[in-house]
């Protein structure tokens, strides 16, 4: 059973990770697109469905057996599991920011400009890189 979990997570991951990768790029073409266009409301209907269909229960289940994994493997007193642990925190805190924007842009109230959105969209790629490298290769 843990091997099918640890699978069911780790597709959970991929699916998370994708769409934390692709709604930064649709606010970046959002920012370009004028408010009550056809293509504004494209945009709010594609980051609304994105976030709720895909992003949010990836993340839910990438969290649920994610900790049930760490406990189940008696991974929860490692050193690399904490660390982990803290930039999986700073995704999610990411998710929750990801959240408010996509509110924003349905409310015609965005904030920011391409270029911030531009940065932001790395920002998930490099907490995957810290998050994968802690996970296979277990420094400490």
């Known amino acids: 059973m843990y091997l099918w979990l640890k699978a069911f997570h780790v597709i959970a991951v991929m699916a998370w990770m994708a769409g934390m990768l692709y ?27 994105l976030l709720k269909v895909i992003i949010t229960p990836a993340m839910v289940v990438s969290w649920v057996l994610g900790l049930w994994l760490a406990w189940a493997g008696g991974a929860y007193a490692a050193g690399w599991l904490h660390t982990k642990v803290v930039l ?22 965005n904030r920011h400009s391409q270029k911030f959105y531009r940065v932001i969209n790395e920002v998930p790629a490099v907490l995957m890189v810290g998050i994968v490298i802690l996970a296979v290769v277990k420094p400490f």
């Open 23 to 49: 709604l930064p790029r649709l606010f970046v073409y959002h920012c370009a697109a004028e408010v009550g266009s056809t293509q504004s409301e494209t945009f709010k209907l594609m980051e609304r469905r």
């Open 88 to 109: 999986v925190l700073v995704l999610s805190a990411l998710h929750g920011f990801f959240v408010r924007w996509v509110r924003q842009f349905a409310l015609d109230q």
